[in-house]
């Protein structure tokens, strides 16, 4: 499965773009994003492509919200793990 994941503008190079998140920067491709960003926008990023540009304040958001997922996964996974042991 493949997530689309916000992340920061930090140059802009004709049809593509590096973009940040937490310290790792990658190279995406513009040709597909609903409006053309500028350094210090986020973007979605899926797959190598930005496929929508959004404000600082909806990739805080969604930042956010994908952090307590993954932070229900552990707590899941956790749990998991209990009952595995509970049946040796």
Not at 2 to 20: G, T, Y
Not at 61 to 78: F, H, I, P, S, W
Request: charged share 30%.
């Amino acid at each position: 499965m493949c997530l689309a994941v916000p992340m920061q503008v930090r140059e802009i190079n004709d049809w593509s773009a590096v973009v940040e998140l937490e310290g790792i920067q990658r190279e995406v491709r513009l040709d597909i994003v609903d409006r053309r960003p500028v350094v210090g926008d986020y973007v979605i990023v899926h797959a190598g492509f930005a496929i929508h540009t959004l404000d600082a304040e909806e990739a805080k958001t969604n930042l956010r919200l994908m952090q307590e997922m993954a932070d229900g996964l552990d707590v899941l996974d956790g749990l998991d793990r209990q009952d595995q042991d509970s049946l040796q």
